[in-house]
């Protein structure tokens, strides 16, 4: 029977030694919590995403086709501070460690100089001129201010509207999209509306710009973060 070139390499042990040498081997958890900089970033922008895409599309998606509108709605005024304030430390974090371990993340080109001399001619060019580093900066930043704008700003306005529709429904006896509510109901819906149409614009640009981010660090490697 011929060998193959399995067979033969079992009959070497220095091919043996060698792929020996070759395989990883566990590193035992204080390097991996101390010396693995690239694996906490992972963990930190896998957190995030998961964050975002569960109470946005998934957790809200289920409760508000499961729960009373009015349940919902008082669990939602719960849920949001909390996955808000989340978020935005969350992506602090990731802005802070991108910036302190990459060495053009701050390199906005000629864009500082144009908006400060106002000269909006020069405005594409010097978009064109921020480093890639420098760009995901800003895609990091815009992430953490979203969630903080919903979190100080829009979601209390929200739910105030939210809640302010509640007690007119309870007062008139009728829900919040009977024809027959009155002017006051008919101006709460459309402040609730445009509230929470806000809210999840926001939400969405802050997701789109973590896919991004998360995209371009699989693309590059996590050695230098």
């Known amino acids: 029977m011929e060998n193959t070139v399995d ?11 060698i792929a020996q040498a070759a395989q990883p081997r566990w590193p035992g958890f204080t390097p991996l919590l101390t010396k693995n900089g690239g694996g ?5 922008i896998g957190s995030l995403l998961g964050i975002q895409l ?8 289920v409760t508000y086709k499961n729960l009373p509108r009015a349940t919902f709605g008082r669990l939602q005024a719960k849920l949001v501070p909390v996955y808000t304030i989340l978020s935005s430390t969350l992506a602090s974090a990731l802005l802070g460690r991108w910036i302190i371990h990459r060495s053009h993340a701050l390199d906005f080109g000629t864009l500082c ?13 010097a978009v064109q001129s921020i480093h890639v ?17 919903n979190l100080v700003l829009v979601a209390p306005a929200t739910t105030d509207a939210m809640y302010a529709r509640h007690r007119l ?16 109901m008919r101006k709460v819906n459309k402040k609730f509306s445009i509230l929470h149409g806000i809210s999840s614009v926001v939400d969405l640009c802050a997701l789109t710009c973590t ?12 050695n230098n973060l």
């Not at 906490?40 to 930190?44: K, M």
């Not at 580093?133 to 704008?149: C, E, P, R, W």
């Not at 896919?211 to 996590?222: D, E």
């Open 40 to 44: 906490v970033y992972l963990l930190l």
């Open 54 to 61: 569960w109470q946005s599309y998934i957790g809200a998606v």
């Open 7 to 17: 067979d033969l390499h079992l009959h070497v042990p220095l091919f043996d030694k």
């Open 169 to 184: 429904e309870a007062a008139e006896k009728k829900n919040y999209d009977d024809p027959t509510a009155s002017e006051e």
């Open 133 to 149: 580093d420098a760009f995901q900066t800003l895609l990091l930043a815009k992430i953490g201010l979203s969630h903080f704008v």
């Open 113 to 125: 100089s144009v908006v400060r001399a106002l000269d909006w001619q020069h405005l594409v060019q």
């Open 211 to 222: 896919v991004l981010h998360a995209l371009f660090v699989g693309y590059i490697g996590t």
